[in-house]
């Protein structure tokens, strides 16, 4: 079935370095989402990437698909207190109605 | 507008009782989920809803089942619990399955 991998598993970073998640799938996607969850949350949806080689800005999150819609990537610039949590992607095979996440980055952010 | 409620939010259970965990969403949603969420496995999904009276399995539907007799309403149950349920429970809804979903606030388990 469809795997969703994500790395590094953790990150430790201090306050204003950057930060980068991967994200790779055993199959083409169909579009790729990306979700945030806080310690003790639940995850909350970022934002959707649906075409090939797009890149879409969030203030200082950058997200990027893949050219051959397998793979994504989370790019924080600068990071803060605030990015705290574990990172999702989450993918939607073809016809398939199931979106699969990904195994999730933990990030945290010292001052 | 509650969004996507679940109960109960924390319960402990012994070996071999059953449970039933009630999602409601009021966003007049067709898909919904049950994903289970473990220290490095990130969220499984366990079942699936494309839509009243209609159910898939996911990755983990083994020792679940799952009912949508309701279009607001996605139920899961646990016929005999075990230990390896022991887990955070999330139940998600979306209008369509490849937009985004929306999470409720997960259901604690422990089996003891």
């Known amino acids: 079935g469809q795997q969703v991998m994500q790395i590094p598993q953790y990150q430790h970073v201090q306050e204003g370095e950057d930060f980068t998640t991967y994200c790779n799938s055993s199959t083409t996607l169909s579009n790729i989402q990306w979700y945030k969850q806080r310690p003790g949350g639940h995850p909350v949806f970022l934002i959707q990437?649906?075409?090939?080689?797009e890149v879409k800005k969030q203030k200082r999150l950058t997200f990027q698909f893949g050219e051959a819609k397998k793979n994504s990537s989370l790019h924080i610039t600068a990071t803060q207190t605030t990015d705290v949590g574990t990172y999702f992607c989450a993918g939607k095979a073809g016809t398939a109605s199931k979106l699969t996440f990904g195994t999730g980055t933990r990030l945290q952010v010292t001052l | 507008n509650a969004g996507v409620t679940q109960t109960p939010k924390f319960r402990v259970l012994k070996t071999g009782q059953s449970m039933t965990l009630l999602c409601a969403q009021d966003m007049n949603h067709e898909y919904m989920y049950w994903y289970r969420q473990d220290p490095g496995m990130g969220l499984r999904l366990i079942h699936y809803s494309v839509g009243e009276g209609t159910t898939a399995k996911g990755e983990v539907p083994d020792g679940y089942n799952v009912s949508r007799l309701k279009k607001q309403n996605f139920l899961l149950g646990l016929e005999s619990a075990a230990p390896s349920q022991t887990s955070v429970y999330f139940c998600?809804?979306?209008?369509?399955?490849?937009?985004?979903?929306?999470f409720g606030q997960g259901t604690r388990l422990t089996v003891v």
């Open positions: 998600a809804s979306s209008y369509q399955g490849h937009v985004e979903a929306f």
């Open positions: 990437l649906v075409k090939s080689g």
